[in-house]
């Protein structure tokens, strides 16, 4: 019992590295990444995942005479390897705030603007509206369990050993934001069209009745019919978020294959 303190360097710098990739990984992904959620949950909570999953992370391959330079260009790589991942667990909510954007611009309620929580911004109350219903639908398909098995694979796709980080895998962010913004784009939609109907049938009943008001008119109608939208559309959207998880999943795990 004297010797269970008693630790070698290898074994604390193996702990650290890990420690250091958990910890900018739950500090930048979803949901229990933002600012709502007390900084001492958020270490608590990466130094409970790090003694789960050390045993298991192949830290005993770190070379014995590891040199400063080198402890140090480690470090900076596992923090960068976990904003990363984050960032990338954290892209699936940026396409549910651009949606509920696209809605409000199309409802015109661009003018209504309160604090998120979620993303640690000002925004709309249709884009809180879809993150929280987003998010509510993220944590019931256990999308929060993808992202920790995901994080774990990482060290066996990117080694603690390894001191290199490729940066070709990033020339596809430009298409990864692509199909984000296409799923964006699939979310507004309904109430797009829908709106874009009525205001065509607006005009037309403000060139038939020249005593109408179109722009008071139009505004309470846009509202009415833009909500009846969302609420028909709303199976959509659940299909839409469970593809959206699908498309952050399989770029998650190629990046990490890349990297």
Known sequence: MEGIYKFS?????????????????????????????????????????????????????????????????LAVKEIFTGLILGFFCRMSFFALAMGGNIISVSMGLTSA?????????????????????????????????MFLTGIVKSF???????????????????????????????IGAPVMISVLFINIAM???????PQINVLVTSMPVNILVGMMAMIVALPFFTVEVGQLLDLMTKHLFQLMKTI
């Open 156 to 186: 066996e796709l990117i080694p603690l050993t390894r001191t290199e980080i490729s940066m070709s895998s990033y020339s596809e962010m430009g298409t990864l934001m692509t199909e984000v913004s296409s799923i964006a784009i699939r």
């Open 203 to 209: 005009g037309l009943a403000g060139r038939a009745v």
């Open 113 to 145: 603007q309160l604090f998120n929580p979620s993303l640690g911004v000002e925004g709309s109350p249709i884009e809180q509206f879809k993150v929280m219903l987003g998010s509510l639908f993220f944590l019931f398909i256990n999308g929060h369990h």
């Open 9 to 73: 360097e290898i074994e604390m710098l193996g702990f650290v590295l890990v420690l250091l990739r958990l910890g900018s990984f739950f500090f930048s992904w979803p949901i229990f990444g933002t600012e709502t959620v007390p900084v001492p949950i958020k270490i608590l909570l990466s130094l409970t995942i790090t003694l789960v999953v050390f045993p298991i992370v192949g830290w005993s391959k770190l070379a014995v005479g590891i040199a400063d330079s080198q402890i140090i260009v």
